[in-house]
């Protein structure tokens, strides 16, 4: 019956996901801002490069993040409570990247404990995310129970290459804690990867 | 006739709101700021606690009210005049909760008056949505005048456990003019209450 | 042939459009902001009275506006490529609105020639709006163009009922020249005179 | 099989887009600011006009690019990972549009250097569009790869008027560094062609 929440229809959860990924990615330019001072214009957008770092950075992460959500609600069969508050939670975990990402540009440029203390805070968050990501696939493939008939082995393809993402952005933390840098260079490597073609894939 | 909007079509409503929605959840992340000063910006990040819990209530509420918006629109059948317009005075409400959220983060860390004022205006809030969604349901139920057909007993359902939510926000927005951590946390308790898993509910 | 604009699909224009529409009204809440100064939060608060009423007139204003819109392009059989200019150039005068929201709350509260000012520029948007409306509906329903088979009725009676909005905000321009809370209680009189439940119409 | 995002299903990836274009539209507005100083309203909102031009040609060029997007979607038969990366990166460079606009109209009021300065960095950010919008299209259109059957005729006139979108900004960018208004006016114009009624075009 086509009247409680526990049901097949996933189309309105994801029409509401796709707007909160699409307003989050998009909000990112809201705080690229110039400094002040005298400095000529040029001088100036030269000088916002670590907004631009952290814009392009947290923007692909956003995109894999929404591209990641739609492959696995293409497996998703059917809604229920729990799916809608996995999802609910996972969203706001991603709707927050916005101040992490103003927090690293906004201390990016001057060296020193702050600097490290940005990208510790930035990195973190890819974790929590990882987190709410690995939830929502908990509650939506744990014995199979939601997936959609004939998906199972898709779904299990899914829970092996999540296996990584959590001790992956926990590692990166941890290297941000000593060199910032690398921190930015590992967590934009594994955007990049994800960026790059690939072969026929199952 | 399709030409008039006396017409069994809440698609585009639903999809119109969950707009609304995903942008009045996402854009609570530009009203978390650091403070000023000269603190280190770990000592910073630790003193925007307010913003945080401020983001994180608003969040869920709002996730609350698009999932209830979602399942009272399951069961309407048709969309009238009165449906648009209770839908657009509810809307009003919900994205009108940014700014108290804002309101409260700002005065949370400050003891006194204000503190208490800033928590009554923001619990105060939540009755106005309250009767925001009664008004909005008793448009649609009324007489099951909207309701599609083999949904009445669901609407009923619904109708009873819309009774508490003014009565309860009622209670907390007075409570907050005594204790503010008690209204907090009352109004936390009640987003977790909706977040934890629940045995099959017809 | 299915590769040309020049079709009958509205569906991704409609949605494009709820985007834009859901944007510019959730937008209008960044704009509400408290004055600063020594006064109590409790103060403060009812001093932005302003910033409430102009949130409650555009709020309702574009929510009209919306459903006007989907009100006309429920007559709308097909897509061209004047339909899409006509209509991003009715957004443009609708995403424009939040700034003439900001500029009357933040003059409404001293007296004087600004305030005149800001209610002359405020009610003025409305002329433009209602001009691009009757651009849209002129591309839109001129000799039936684009009127789906069987609504060529219902597009007569949308015509008729735009002839008054464009005469009807350049009275409420004027008008505040003169008064500026006559001109404020017309226009909010009109959103209201939309709102209120009316007979079975045709 | 249903479960790869190897598939013939771009509807989720047009809603996401759709998202971004008519947030990134919408957010234009925000960047309209008055001046400071003691000038009256009148004078202010007659001062503003750098921000409404700035406005008005960043708002049509996205709206633009919209139907552009819309289009050739349309002729797009499936998804593929390349398929989402390229409109990934596309989405990135329109989505930063609204930092160029707000640099230009802030500068555009001050003659010397940084007017020239910020309308280059406007300029250039349409080559960069234009750039990504060649590369979703070479990824869509390549050996017709991802073109839906009946649509290789469509698909190949678009990529003859695509030719035409790098070496034309690059032009006005070129243009910008001697004469601003030039520049202006070119990619203005370039708008007005686009948005002014054409004959029947196959």
């Not at 392009?56 to 497996?75: D, P």
């Not at 060296?111 to 929590?128: E, H, K, L, N, P």
């Not at 008939?149 to 959590?166: F, K, L, N, Q, T």
Request: charged fraction near 10%; proline fraction near 4%.
């Amino acid at each position: 019956m086509a009247s409680t929440p526990e049901q097949n229809d996933t189309a309105r959860l994801e029409a509401f996901s796709d707007g909160v990924f699409a307003i989050a990615i998009t909000l990112l330019v809201l705080e690229i801002r110039l400094p002040g001072g005298n400095a000529t214009l040029a001088q100036k957008l030269l000088a916002t490069w670590p907004s631009y770092v952290g814009y392009v950075i947290s923007f692909v992460t956003i995109g894999i993040m929404w591209a990641n959500h739609h492959a696995i609600f293409r497996l998703i069969g059917r809604t229920t409570h729990g799916l809608i508050v996995g999802n609910l939670l996972l969203l706001l975990t991603v709707a927050f990247l916005p101040f992490p990402t103003t927090v690293l540009a906004d201390h990016l440029r001057h060296g020193g404990g702050d600097q490290r203390t940005a990208t510790v805070f930035y990195s973190a968050t890819f974790i929590v995310i990882a987190i709410g990501f690995q939830l929502l696939w908990q509650v939506a493939s744990y014995n199979n129970r939601l997936i959609a008939p004939g998906c199972e082995d898709a779904a299990a393809e899914v829970s092996r290459s999540y296996r990584y993402g959590i001790p992956a952005y926990t590692f990166t933390t941890i290297v941000a804690a000593f060199s910032v840098p690398t921190c930015l260079a590992l967590v934009g490597a594994m955007a990049l990867y994800w960026l790059i073609p690939r072969g026929r894939v199952r």
